[in-house]
């Protein structure tokens, strides 16, 4: 709603311009029509001139229904709309994450079983051609000392033996390493090898001279040994190499797919969590959004966003059917609100109306015991403070009346100390009549705030009433202020010695009509007024208490707020 420059005003619903839609069927006025009207009719109030009304009773009534039909059919047109689409809720979209999670999980262990068995056959091929040539190698040696000592023959001709016997037990094996052509040339050299050894074994029973006494015989049989011999065992040491290649690469295979399934399975993780932290933040975003545009006073319904539904959509709906729920009761709220306004002002005014009264009866009644004997110069003294209390109670309910209008209040630079100093010389006849003292301490070249002196100083007076009413004759209340922890802020502490308020209800003072006085001493509204003042002052109020240890009442005023304004509604 447009107001004065350098005034800020919330929309009210009772008053006339205050509406919730921007078009209606009829198209009689439009919103900034009605604003206009509004604009003026604020013009008419200042000048004491007639409102002029926009409508009749019957128009108005006419033009809010027709208004509240059009946008029950809007709700209506978006329930069914959220309702229609697709359903994909956030739990199948974990479900399904997790799934896929799950069956690439068992992909990779099934890769790296298979892989594993691998290596684990290819260790036993390792072990294979390893005893293998193991044995060829046994049995060359055993031939070198048999030509060399004629010793080991024996010895040779086993190992040759057991070599054979790998070889063809595990021929299997072996034809993963070589051809069938390759591996038939190995095993006819190592039966050829055999039988040489063999043979000479026989003549060496048979007492034929030995290889080294027939030069010619020995030297043809160990060419022929040797010969075979070497070829038997370069190809097992070519068997080993080829498998400790396959080896290696299985292993290098294995290490591979623990390293990609790794990466692959954070990708796949962190892309789920992107999308449905992605989809969970930003529909909180935008029903934080409707909230924030539902609580400015925009009451359009929520429309789809996505072309499916989920856990959202019922919340959606929900919110719609608030909203619905809003505005078939909002034509009662606005005849009602009047009637609670009235009842909210008239306790505020016999709150705010007691405190200055009190002092005016007080007044009176010292002057009527003590006229005679008083001076010219006191009497007259009190006089002008019956007049001043006069002034602050007609100030009292013009400033109330005002609020109630939200008129704008009036902001300046105001001086903490002297706010003080005068509230308690307006509290001076309840405090002497209290046996009370008030002991006011501030620091040097406290900066100035800015505010609304009145309302400050209600603030300032239900403290120190409240102190007052809390202490026993003979105490001491003190007021002191000093500057903020961070130097942005004004600190003014009121701390009296009384009886105090116990912890259990110590966060319960500041709730409208909570009060700890007897009946008939307070109207609880007192701290909850001082705190919605400060509040808007872009203060804090807080408490600290203990019964039987006193209360402290801290009130803490930003040096600066609203510059932006040269005043504002409280």
């Known amino acids: 709603m447009q107001g004065k420059p350098g005034h800020f005003s919330k929309p009210s619903l009772n008053r006339p311009g205050f509406v919730l839609f921007t078009s209606h069927p009829d198209g009689e006025t439009t919103i900034n029509g009605w604003i206009e009207m509004e604009t003026e009719n604020q013009q008419r109030e200042e000048k004491g001139t007639d409102v002029k009304n926009p409508k009749t009773d019957k128009e108005s009534s006419d033009f809010t229904m027709k208004n509240l039909y059009g946008h029950m059919e809007d709700i209506q047109k978006a329930q069914q709309t959220l309702m229609a689409r697709y359903h994909f809720s956030v739990r199948r979209q974990i479900y399904i994450g997790n799934v896929v999670v799950f069956l690439f999980a068992a992909l990779i262990a099934v890769i790296l079983i298979l892989n594993n068995e691998q290596v684990q056959t290819r260790l036993e091929f390792l072990e294979f051609v390893n005893d293998f040539s193991s044995e060829i190698q046994q049995a060359r040696r055993y031939e070198k000392n048999y030509f060399l000592y004629g010793t080991n023959l024996d010895d040779a001709i086993e190992n040759i033996h057991l070599a054979n016997l790998i070889f063809t037990k595990e021929s299997e094996t072996f034809s993963e390493l070589q051809d069938q052509v390759t591996r038939q040339e190995i095993l006819k050299k190592i039966n050829a090898y055999e039988a040489l050894l063999g043979e000479l074994l026989q003549n060496q029973k048979a007492d034929v001279p030995l290889p080294m006494n027939t030069p010619h015989a020995s030297k043809e049989i160990e060419t022929r040994l040797r010969g075979y011999g070497q070829d038997i065992l370069a190809s097992a040491q070519s068997m080993m190499t080829v498998e400790k290649r396959a080896l290696e690469r299985a292993l290098k295979r294995s290490r591979d797919i623990h390293i990609y399934s790794i990466i692959v399975l954070l990708v796949i993780l962190a892309l789920n969590s992107y999308l449905l932290v992605g989809r969970i933040y930003s529909t909180l975003n935008r029903f934080a959004s409707y909230a924030q545009r539902i609580a400015s006073g925009d009451f359009r319904p929520i429309l789809p966003k996505r072309k499916f539904r989920d856990e959202f959509t019922d919340l959606a709906v929900a919110i719609n059917e608030m909203i619905k729920e809003i505005d078939t009761r909002e034509a009662v709220l606005i005849q009602t609100h009047k009637m609670r306004a009235v009842g909210t002002l008239t306790a505020g005014v016999a709150h705010e109306l007691n405190n200055p009264l009190n002092n005016i009866m007080l007044t009176v009644h010292m002057l009527m015991e003590d006229y005679h004997d008083m001076p010219d110069d006191e ?124 912890k259990h209800i110590l966060s319960s003072v500041f709730d409208p009509f909570f009060t700890t006085k007897p009946k008939g001493r307070g109207t609880g509204l007192g701290l909850s007024v001082s705190q919605g003042i400060v509040a808007k002052h872009g203060g804090t109020i807080k408490a600290k208490s203990d019964k039987g240890s006193g209360s402290c009442f801290t009130v803490i005023l930003p040096v600066i707020t609203f510059p932006e304004f040269e005043s504002f509604h409280l």
């Open 379 to 502: 009497r007259m003294e009190m006089l002008e403070d019956v007049i001043k209390e006069t002034d602050r109670s007609r100030k009292i309910i013009r400033n109330l009346l005002d609020f109630a209008r939200e008129s704008s209040s009036a902001m300046e630079s105001v001086d903490l100390e002297e706010l003080l100093k005068g509230t308690v010389h307006l509290l001076e006849n309840q405090i002497r009549l209290s046996g009370i003292s008030i002991e006011i301490q501030f620091t040097d070249d406290l900066p100035r705030i800015h505010g609304d002196a009145q309302k400050l100083q209600q603030v300032f007076v239900n403290l120190l009433l409240n102190a007052i009413d809390a202490s026993s004759k003979g105490q001491k209340i003190q007021v002191m202020g000093c500057l903020g922890e961070k130097g942005d802020s004004v600190k003014v502490n009121v701390v009296d010695y009384g009886h105090g308020i116990p």
